[in-house]
């Protein structure tokens, strides 16, 4: 069989209410538990200093078997808003609002070395999920250990704080055959200071079994060259269906690091708040300037349902 290379994609606080659904998948998402103890979380806390999260290598390498990637998904009722400036391949996002606050770095370690992706807050029950990719959760058939979330980060500043991981999750069939078609990943972070993620931060709304071609924003924090993980980056542009998988992609230059960063729908660049309808996931490596999402579906959905009744 033929194999490709992939490299996953290491390359917002307003509540937005409505969210829309789809039918629920039977299989159940798989949950690990992490820091589910006072003392676990301090000690997890404690591992990521300033120092260790600007050393975190990209998670950076993931291979596929291309005879797995292609499948049907039902598409859900077409709904496009243009975003007001577009396209952009690739920069540092120099605008304020609710994204600065709700993306940030995920940072974990993952066979014996730390690592980083990215993430996003969502509105949810808990108040407390983020949604990132499935490989920046569980890879090479091992869930990560030392799992923090740390929005609006910047160049080893953790602005509102460090948030451990009570529990991690993956779609079913990310969890049984790391099927690039349902990448997707979720945290369930534990509070901090006594208080919740999404009321420090806020909360981007999230929406399923959308229309593949939209008008969108991507962001993350790339930390492979030339980026260094330091900033806020992001794409906008309009998405097309993946040729080799179930996602959709977008011209995007953004490298190691920006995996499981969001996907906006209905962006404001004024506001900075957007809906949330996939993440960074993987390029390949002889088309390096597309990037490439899970399409979220009823999988993708019932995860996001776990996570936030966890």
Same mark, same amino acid.
């Given at each position: 069989?033929?194999?490709?290379?992939?490299?996953?994609?290491?390359?917002?606080?307003?509540?937005?209410?409505?969210?829309?659904?789809?039918?629920?998948? @039977?299989?159940?998402?798989?949950?690990?538990?992490?820091?589910?103890?006072?003392?676990?979380?301090?000690?997890?806390?404690?591992?990521? @200093?300033?120092?260790?999260?600007?050393?975190?290598?990209?998670?950076?390498?993931?291979?596929?078997?291309?005879?797995?990637?292609?499948?049907?998904?039902?598409?859900?009722?077409?709904?496009?808003?243009?975003? @007001?400036?577009?396209?952009?391949?690739?920069?540092?996002?120099?605008?304020?609002?609710?994204?600065?606050?709700?993306?940030?770095?995920?940072?974990?370690?993952?066979?014996?070395? +730390?690592?980083?992706?990215?993430?996003?807050?969502?509105?949810?029950?808990?108040?407390?999920?983020?949604?990132?990719?499935?490989?920046?959760?569980?890879?090479?058939?091992?869930?990560?250990?030392?799992?923090?979330?740390?929005?609006?980060?910047?160049?080893? +500043?953790?602005?509102?704080?460090?948030?451990?991981?009570?529990?991690?999750?993956?779609?079913?069939?990310?969890?049984?055959?790391?099927?690039?078609?349902?990448?997707?990943?979720?945290?369930?972070?534990?509070?901090?200071?006594?208080?919740?993620?999404?009321?420090?931060?806020?909360?981007?709304?999230?929406?399923?079994?959308?229309?593949?071609?939209?008008?969108?924003?991507?962001?993350?924090?790339?930390?492979?060259?030339?980026?260094?993980?330091?900033?806020?980056?992001?794409?906008?542009?309009?998405?097309?269906?993946?040729?080799?998988?179930?996602?959709?992609?977008?011209?995007?230059?953004?490298?190691?690091?920006?995996?499981?960063?969001?996907?906006?729908?209905?962006?404001?660049?004024?506001?900075?708040?957007?809906?949330?309808?996939?993440?960074?996931?993987?390029?390949?490596?002889?088309?390096?300037?597309?990037?490439?999402?899970?399409?979220?579906?009823?999988?993708?959905?019932?995860?996001? +349902?776990?996570?936030?009744?966890?």
């Amino acid at each position: 069989m033929n194999r490709h290379l992939v490299r996953a994609a290491v390359a917002a606080a307003a509540l937005v209410s409505s969210i829309l659904f789809a039918p629920s998948a @039977t299989a159940a998402p798989a949950v690990n538990l992490a820091a589910d103890t006072a003392a676990e979380a301090r000690a997890v806390a404690a591992h990521w @200093t300033a120092k260790a999260m600007r050393e975190a290598v990209p998670l950076d390498a993931l291979t596929v078997d291309a005879s797995r990637l292609v499948s049907t998904v039902a598409k859900g009722l077409p709904r496009v808003i243009s975003p @007001t400036a577009y396209p952009n391949g690739g920069s540092a996002w120099t605008g304020a609002g609710s994204v600065v606050k709700t993306v940030g770095r995920v940072f974990f370690t993952y066979q014996g070395r +730390n690592a980083s992706c990215s993430g996003n807050a969502v509105t949810s029950a808990n108040k407390s999920t983020v949604m990132t990719a499935g490989h920046c959760v569980k890879l090479d058939g091992a869930y990560h250990t030392n799992f923090v979330f740390v929005p609006g980060y910047n160049d080893g +500043n953790a602005p509102y704080g460090t948030w451990t991981a009570k529990a991690t999750m993956v779609t079913p069939q990310w969890n049984a055959s790391e099927d690039i078609n349902y990448d997707v990943g979720a945290a369930v972070v534990n509070p901090l200071n006594g208080q919740s993620l999404t009321d420090v931060v806020g909360a981007q709304g999230i929406a399923f079994n959308q229309p593949k071609s939209q008008n969108m924003y991507a962001f993350g924090y790339p930390a492979a060259a030339p980026y260094d993980g330091s900033k806020l980056i992001y794409c906008s542009g309009g998405t097309f269906s993946a040729f080799l998988s179930n996602g959709i992609g977008m011209t995007c230059n953004m490298t190691g690091g920006s995996s499981g960063g969001p996907w906006f729908k209905s962006f404001v660049e004024g506001t900075g708040v957007g809906v949330q309808n996939s993440v960074n996931s993987y390029k390949i490596n002889f088309f390096p300037n597309w990037m490439f999402g899970p399409y979220f579906g009823a999988d993708a959905q019932n995860l996001y +349902n776990t996570a936030q009744a966890s």
